[in-house]
């Protein structure tokens, strides 16, 4: 069984900034690309940044010089950097992961979501 678990979100003003992180916990044995998506009441889940394992990056349009997505493979963590935020941030950030099992199945995990709420 595979667990992530995201950490982070809050309440923040308009212009600040927070940082969110997930933890993957479980019986892996390799996560390949890893990503933030988000959710904001009313709208479809969408995507905010991915990182393969090798580090490459990839962010929306929304994201791009504000946002900050890592990683550190060693402790299967992934994290998320959030500057300059603004009031259309708000959502609950989920965060994602390609894991290949014990098994040497290679799934899709999400975790529960974390919120995010930024105050204008």
């Known amino acids: 069984q595979v667990q992530l678990v995201e950490s982070g979100g809050g309440l923040v003003q308009a212009g600040g900034s927070l940082s969110l992180s997930c933890a993957v916990s479980?019986?892996?044995?390799?996560?390949?690309?890893m990503g933030w998506y988000r959710q904001a009441p009313g709208k479809q889940r969408e995507l905010v940044a991915t990182i393969l394992r090798s580090g490459i990056t990839n962010y929306a349009d929304s994201a791009k010089g504000r946002f900050t997505i890592s990683r550190d493979n060693a402790k299967n963590t992934l994290y998320l950097q959030m500057n300059s935020l603004k009031a259309e941030d708000t959502a609950v950030y989920y965060c994602?992961?390609?894991?290949?099992?014990?098994?040497?199945?290679?799934?899709?995990?999400w975790g529960q979501g974390t919120q995010v709420t930024v105050s204008s």
């Open positions: 479980g019986s892996i044995l390799r996560i390949d690309v």
């Open positions: 994602k992961g390609s894991v290949t099992g014990w098994n040497f199945r290679v799934d899709d995990y």
